[in-house]
């Protein structure tokens, strides 16, 4: 692994309250209890470096972890589970939009998507903004070790007919699945 160090630096809940330097920032998103905690605490091999939390859309805010003091990693809001649905869920796409649109420091978004289940709406959503934005992407699909290997290569069949030209990882947090490859992806962009 080529990264030493990572520190939370901040949450924000605005994308204009980012950190001001121009590192290059590497963002998590997916929906709710998709896992994007458990990947974050696997690739630095911390438990707590990122909050688990057992109740799904606990994180609200955009939060900017520094690696070597050169590069962030952004953890950015789950979407699903919003209980108050219209002005929660307006004021997520604003918050994930603008961070998006905005952002000149974005070199990849990995979007986590739970191997178990098919494309939600908002995933979907997620990647027409990705396109529309021409922002790089590769989808995660999470939580590996908890599908047999047939339901697994229905699922990837189904989402490479979708989006072919997408890079996809298979992650597991418990095993360590495709820890290696999210590395290679991060140094790629960051190099």
Not at 77 to 94: A, H, R, T
């Amino acid at each position: 692994m080529c990264f030493a160090t990572i520190r939370f630096v901040k949450s924000v809940i605005e994308a204009n309250d980012k950190p001001k330097t121009n590192f290059p920032e590497i963002a998590f998103v997916g929906r709710s209890n998709v896992g994007k905690s458990s990947m974050l605490n696997c690739l630095f091999k911390r438990r707590k470096l990122a909050k688990i939390s057992s109740t799904p859309g606990k994180t609200r805010l955009i939060n900017y972890y520094l690696m070597d003091d050169r590069v962030y990693l952004v953890d950015l809001p789950g979407y699903g589970y919003i209980k108050k649905i219209d002005q929660l869920s307006k004021n997520w796409q604003k918050l994930i939009e603008s961070y998006l649109s905005q952002n000149k420091n974005l070199k990849v978004v990995f979007l986590l998507v739970d191997s178990r289940h098919d494309l939600m709406r908002n995933d979907l959503l997620m990647i027409e903004w990705l396109y529309h934005y021409k922002i790089p992407f590769v989808v995660v699909l999470t939580k590996r070790d908890k599908i047999s290997n047939n339901q697994f290569n229905f699922r990837l069949g189904k989402i490479k007919k979708m989006i072919p030209q997408v890079a996809i990882i298979p992650f597991s947090a418990k095993s360590f699945l495709g820890r290696e490859e999210i590395w290679d992806v991060i140094k790629e962009v960051t190099n």
